[in-house]
């Protein structure tokens, strides 16, 4: 019995202290916080494009490969353009076909022009006769008729002329199309930069809207971060951040706050394993990088301390 009364008076101080103990490990109201630390990566300003296919093919040539430097309107790869080729030279030869079709409807039209005048200058010439007493009516109604139907068939030459030259502008259309779709054959950079990654090897089949290339502009490295929910409405342009390595204390670089997004994100974009189920949600900034004390691998994961105003 000594023993168990004893224990009692230490238990109850054992409960005591480690009350004292959970009551100092409360959190910190967010009004006494001057410093917050978010999760983020390293990415050229604007982002990395992932370049998708606009048609279909299987892989001709290969003129990168990753981490080489481009150009904008430098060609990446080269699709199979068999068939395109093959639609733009039918398309060149029903366009020369066409326009020797033109040709000679306006030889046409102008010999029957020539004639036509050349019937109106005898009809006149009849009518002067006649009012001289020196034809007959019945010539100058011959001649009025064979110039009536010259005005019909001068009529009918140009409408022909017309849809030839209707039809020539709609072969140059599909000529137009058909350079377009063998020009969507080469897939070229959109900016000038570094490719990440390129996907397909030669002799592969490239589907259309599939990324076959990963591309960094050639624009300042930034750190694009995320910041809890509780403190999201402390943000202000042009704070003050520390970047270090994720599991280090040295920092690497310096920078301020160049962007804050207008809302929340579900945590986290920077998540590894993607299956985060934390329901807080965090807001998104974009940190310039000065003093960098050591090159910076875009992806690198950092931690940015925000300093507070």
Do not use: W
């Not at 370049?51 to 481009?70: R, Y």
């Amino acid at each position: 019995m000594k023993k168990q009364i004893l224990l009692l008076p230490v238990a109850l101080l054992l409960i005591t202290a480690c009350s004292k103990k959970e009551q100092k490990s409360e959190p910190v109201p967010p009004s006494a916080v001057t410093r917050i630390v978010g999760i983020g990566k390293v990415t050229p300003q604007g982002g990395i494009s992932d370049l998708a296919a606009p048609v279909s093919g299987i892989v001709k040539q290969l003129n990168v490969q990753t981490g080489d430097n481009v150009k904008k309107g430098d060609v990446l790869l080269v699709l199979d353009n068999t068939d395109a080729s093959l639609a733009l030279k039918e398309a060149d030869s029903r366009l020369a076909t066409q326009k020797r079709n033109i040709q000679s409807a306006k030889n046409t039209v102008e010999q029957e022009r020539v004639a036509l005048n050349e019937k109106l200058r005898l009809l006149n010439d009849a009518h002067e006769l006649l009012a001289a007493g020196a034809t007959t009516g019945e010539n100058v109604r011959e001649l009025q008729s064979d110039y009536d139907q010259g005005v019909l068939q001068m009529k009918k030459l140009q409408s022909d002329l017309d849809a030839k030259q209707a039809q020539l502008r709609e072969l140059s259309a599909q000529r137009a199309s058909s350079v377009t779709e063998l020009g969507r054959t080469q897939l070229t950079a959109p900016m000038n930069g570094t490719v990440l990654d390129i996907t397909p090897r030669q002799g592969e089949a490239v589907t259309m809207y599939q990324t076959y290339a990963r591309l960094a502009p050639d624009a300042p490295l930034v750190v694009v971060a995320e910041i809890d929910e509780l403190f999201a409405g402390k943000l202000a342009l042009g704070q003050a951040c520390s970047i270090v390595l994720v599991g280090d204390s040295i920092p690497v670089a310096q920078g301020e706050i160049l962007r804050i997004s207008p809302d929340l994100k579900k945590k986290s974009l920077f998540s590894d394993s993607g299956n985060d189920l934390e329901d807080r949600r965090v807001r998104e900034i974009e940190v310039s990088l000065r003093d960098i004390k050591k090159p910076l691998l875009i992806d690198t994961k950092v931690e940015c301390t925000v300093k507070l105003n």
